[in-house]
């Protein structure tokens, strides 16, 4: 460490102090990655030796290097902007022989200004986010500096100076004139044409697909990889709640090396989706990742392999697991988001999503409180917004859970109130597979079995990549007593959508379908999975509590019914009242309320 920087640390007390800044990032790193690990981490190692020869060399400071990047401090503007550009130039140097796409390019940004040392020679400030702004400026194997580190070094360094002009950067309240760092001593090269102006994020999640790279060096696999993203925008297209970039736009990205976030900002999505596919003899991996385009940060990552014998069928099947395992990322990264206190929307939407945030953690948490309050937000949203689609649909749920739950003080009103906002959204979004899938529920709670199949089945037909209508047929199916047809949609729905925050309904659809059967240990199993997911759930534990009580395992018996009353102390008594029929079929009901009769539970035992 340097005098001066020791001077900025006396005794434990922080020191502020003006230095120049270097904050370096790998354009494409993931896309790299998904090429080649081996390959990209080897390139990695290589360059960051690289970077440390040339910080040295200027009499520099490596504060951090995790990752992809590098944060590094200077005594002088004219040391970061000389090691900058020799880093560019070696790093540049050293992947020459490789195609232009395999290649490791980094963004350079450069700022002079003033940072605080900590004791433990880690550093912060607005010095150290305007150097991280300008990084994400820069053109990937480019460098990008402020005004000041320009007046510093002009006439010290072999560059030319392009203006950007005044750049508005995150988190900084004031804007910052950047330039780009051009090497060599000849004549300017023409001004940069000016930024596009970004486009108006919708008022709902909004996603652009980009052409997956075609990594295998099989031109063939173009066609594949082209097919496979034309079905996921097409696919992605039957959510009306979401807004997604058409194939035209998107695939004027394809073949070039893109920064998602300038990708995002230009399109004006919320989301990029991008990946690549690579083949290697009969077989084929495909990569896909979610990248929220406002911090560039993964959001939701997977890999698929499979024998590519028919092209079709393949791109079909990998298709529908993309799209069904992404969407519910999307809406649970908007209520991470949410919760960080992050405004996306528009007031009413804003507030919906808040509605469906606390509908959410109710659901799960077993928390009646929650539900209460996610019906109060819904009403407040609709009330600034009588179109609002989000807020409707989270008040048919939370009024539907609220029965679900036998958490309702007015189950007449309660299913009157879920009927009510699953038609309003019927009338604002009647071609929405979500319309369908709330009235089938409030449908399925009101007796109306025959409709609430067919809503169910017409939800399937509209949108076979979303997930929970088939979930909640399955449990349905199983309700009936259709065991073989419950097993099947339940498999055919986990498939779809495994990682699903739903998919413990085809847990519990398999556990009614086991219960039916008289599976003993395929009860107990379904039912600690379907309660691992969802522990709130009451007639989860009621499952687990008939198994015990068949069993005669009344520790587990007892745990079960005290966790039970604990968050639904109301749910066996409504089974024996008749207000709550979880199974359709008489016999099978009356099979599990003489179950909880003979272990003592009737209709008051968790008053």
């Known amino acids: 460490m340097s005098d001066a920087t020791n001077s ?53 400071r490596v504060i951090d290097m995790a990752g992809d990047s590098a944060l590094v401090l200077f005594e002088t503007a004219t040391g970061a902007v000389q090691a900058a550009l020799a880093i560019q130039k070696d790093t540049t140097e050293a992947s020459a022989d490789l195609p232009e796409e395999r290649r490791m390019r980094f963004r350079i940004g450069v700022h002079l200004g003033d940072v605080i040392v900590k004791p433990d020679g880690s550093i912060y400030g607005d010095g150290v986010n305007i150097a991280a702004r300008l990084e994400a400026l820069a053109q990937p194997g480019g460098i990008m500096i402020s005004d000041g580190v320009r007046g510093a070094v002009r006439g010290k360094v072999a560059g030319n100076f392009v203006d950007q ?143 590519l014998s028919d092209v079709f069928d393949l791109q079909e099947r990998i298709t529908h697991q993309v799209v069904a395992s992404m969407v519910p990322q999307i809406e649970s990264e908007e209520m991470r988001l949410l919760e960080r206190g992050k405004r996306r929307y528009s007031e009413a939407d804003d507030i919906a999503w808040r509605a469906v945030k606390t509908l959410a953690d109710g659901e799960f948490q077993g928390r009646p409180a929650l539900v209460d309050e996610a019906i109060r937000l819904s009403d407040q949203s609709i009330a600034k917004n009588p179109a609002c689609q ?28 879920a009927r009510h906002a699953a038609d309003e959204l019927m009338q604002l979004a009647p071609n929405d ?7 089938g529920v409030v449908e ?40 073989e047809r419950a097993k099947a949609l339940a498999v055919q729905a986990t498939r779809l959508s495994p990682k699903d925050r739903w998919v413990s309904t085809a847990h519990l659809a398999m556990a009614i379908c086991a219960f039916i059967e008289n599976d003993q240990q395929a009860l107990h199993d379904w039912s600690a999975l379907a309660i691992q997911s969802q522990p709130s759930h009451p007639f989860r534990r009621v499952l687990m509590i008939a198994y015990a009580a068949q069993v005669g395992d009344l520790s587990l018996l007892h745990s079960n019914i005290e966790k039970l009353q604990s968050f639904a102390p109301d749910f066996i008594p409504s089974l024996f009242s008749g207000d709550s029929v979880p199974l359709r079929r008489r016999t099978d009901m009356d099979a599990l309320l003489g179950i909880l009769s003979k272990a003592g539970l009737r209709g008051q035992a968790l008053r």
């Not at 434990?12 to 270097?22: H, P, S, V």
């Not at 950047?178 to 486009?199: D, E, M, R, S």
């Open 433 to 439: 597979s979500r319309s369908y899938y709330l009235r």
């Open 8 to 60: 900025g640390i006396r005794n434990g007390i922080l020191r502020q102090r003006l230095a120049a800044i270097l904050v370096a990032d790998v354009a494409g790193y993931t896309r790299l990655m998904a090429a080649d690990e081996h390959e990209t981490v080897a390139a990695l190692d290589h360059a960051r030796t690289i970077i440390r020869t040339h910080v040295d060399a200027n009499f520099g």
């Open 390 to 417: 989000q807020a409707w649909a989270a008040l048919a749920s939370a009024h539907s859970w609220r029965v679900f739950l036998a958490w309702t003080h007015d189950r007449k009103a309660d299913l009157a109130a």
């Open 165 to 307: 002009g005044e750049q508005q950067v995150k988190n900084i309240d004031h804007p910052v004139r950047a330039y780009a760092l051009v090497p060599g001593g000849g004549a300017k090269p023409a001004p940069a044409a000016p930024a596009p102006i970004p486009l108006a994020l919708p008022d709902r999640p909004s996603i652009a697909v980009l052409p997956f790279a075609n990594i295998s060096r099989d031109p063939e696999q173009d066609y594949f990889a082209d097919g496979m993203v034309e079905d996921i925008i097409t696919e992605l297209s039957r959510f009306q709640r979401l807004f997604v970039i058409a194939r035209n736009t998107s695939f004027t990205y394809k073949g070039r090396s893109v920064d998602v976030k300038k990708v995002a900002q230009e399109l004006g999505v919320h989301f990029v989706l991008e990946g690549s596919v690579r083949k290697a003899g009969d077989r084929v991996r495909i990569t896909a990742q979610l990248i929220n385009g406002d911090t560039g940060q993964h959001v939701w990552a997977e890999r698929y392999e499979d024998v």
């Open 444 to 483: 399925s709670l009101t007796g109306e079995f025959a409709a609430s199949v067919a809503d169910l089945r017409k939800a399937q037909a509209l949108n076979p990549n979303d997930a929970p209508p088939q979930f909640f047929l399955s449990q349905l199916e199983a309700s009936d007593g259709q065991v």
